[in-house]
């Protein structure tokens, strides 16, 4: 028995299973694992689900209704042989046909509009995720790429220290080498802060606590090799498509307004029993007379705006898209240069000439301040390399988010 209830708890609750099964080091398995515990995207299934059987009864015509009673009773209680009878009947409202496939069209066009919907949502939760992973993997990398050169840092202190004691250096070289270190440890801290507040984007994506234990993270180099393509908005875009959905069903809309000038048909019929006289029936018909227009022409004018605004939205929608594909494109270049400079130009030459220049202040032959500065440089530099990495990678995943479905 207690065996059945773990199982059932396990299955019930997502994040007990998922924080194991989590591949980390994987942006892909991370981005699967955030698409697969989403609440939004149930709600909107479930919301897609509902309004699909809604259409299913929204062509159908009301119930009847069933009377019974007795009629034309005197006050006194007593029966008039006349007028006095019991009646049964019933009486069913036939709603005109255009009215039904109208209201029937709308909820499948709800439905779709939803389905459509859940699309553009899942393309922009896994583009946080992935971009939350990536601002993870950053801090990672560049708190990997700080302790290396804290590590060089270590050695200057101790050279600066050895100089010292034998004469050769001004005790202030020490302090400013120290110095140094302490604003290293302080850059190493706001890397762990940086770290912490992209682990507050990523875990509640993945449906997991915030204090979750996750490992170290290296940042793919293969990344700086992704390309993009021109800033053109797919015409089959889902968030097209829950448009148009509703523009659709904005012209439903309006037809049922229009239809509030031919009203429906209620049809009555009764039979009557008299004790000593003939049976009685009754056949009545009903039908509104739709002449109150202030009724029905203010839901026609707002059923054609609402379209109206429907249709622009397309446009609206359009615009923004191509602006936020341009800026990714534009990022994506702009970072590919820089990376493309950083790693094949300035981080090299910058950690030869901190070597160089530790080398040269150990023999006597260069500045402290050369040496600082040659270190600033090389810490500077190796920071902003993974910088533009990550800038590259969310201007592709960005991209990629909006060609598929994401809104801006």
Request: glycine share 4%; no cysteine.
């Amino acid at each position: 028995m207690f065996r059945y209830f773990v199982v059932a708890l396990a299955l019930a609750s997502p994040a007990f299973t998922s924080a194991f099964a989590i591949d980390w080091q994987d942006p892909r398995a991370v981005v699967a694992a955030a698409a697969q515990n989403q609440p939004a995207l149930v709600r909107l299934q479930a919301q897609a689900e509902a309004a699909r059987e809604r259409a299913a009864s929204a062509g159908a015509l009301p119930n009847p209704m069933v009377m019974a009673g007795v009629q034309d009773k005197q006050v006194d209680l007593r029966d008039d042989e006349m007028m006095t009878m019991v009646m049964v009947g019933a009486s069913q409202t036939f709603t005109r046909k255009a009215k039904r496939d109208a209201r029937r069209e709308s909820a499948s066009l709800e439905a779709t509009a939803l389905e459509r919907e859940l699309d553009v949502v899942r393309a922009g939760i896994e583009r946080d995720a992935l971009l939350a992973w990536y601002e993870l993997a950053a801090a990672d990398s560049r708190t990997r790429a700080a302790e290396q050169v804290r590590q060089a840092l270590e050695a200057v202190v101790a050279a600066a220290r050895i100089r010292y004691e034998v004469g050769g250096a001004a005790q202030a070289d020490v302090v400013r080498a120290q110095l140094q270190q302490s604003d290293l440890e302080q850059q190493l801290l706001a890397l762990k802060g940086e770290r912490r507040a992209a682990l507050a984007r990523l875990l509640p994506l993945l449906g997991l606590p915030l204090d979750t234990a996750v490992p170290s993270l290296a940042f793919p180099e293969a990344t700086a090799a992704q390309t993009v393509g021109p800033a053109v908005v797919p015409d089959a875009h889902p968030a097209f498509a829950a448009l148009e959905a509703d523009i659709a069903r904005a012209e439903e809309e309006l037809r049922l307004a229009r239809l509030l000038e031919s009203p429906d048909v209620d049809v009555e019929a009764s039979y009557g029993i008299r004790k000593t006289q003939t049976d009685v029936f009754s056949v009545v018909a009903r039908i509104e007379l739709p002449i109150r227009r202030d009724q029905t022409e203010p839901r026609v004018r707002e059923a054609i705006l609402l379209r109206d605004a429907a249709r622009t939205r397309i446009d609206e929608l359009r615009r923004e898209l191509t602006r936020a594909l341009g800026v990714a494109v534009a990022m994506h270049d702009e970072s590919e240069e820089q990376l493309r400079f950083h790693r094949d130009v300035l981080v090299p030459q910058s950690k030869l000439a901190f070597e160089s220049s530790l080398a040269a202040y150990q023999t006597g032959s260069a500045s402290f301040d050369a040496l600082l500065a040659t270190e600033s440089d090389y810490l500077r530099l190796q920071l902003r390399y993974y910088e533009f990495l990550l800038r590259h990678a969310r201007a592709v995943a960005e991209y990629e988010a909006l060609r598929r479905g994401a809104r801006a």
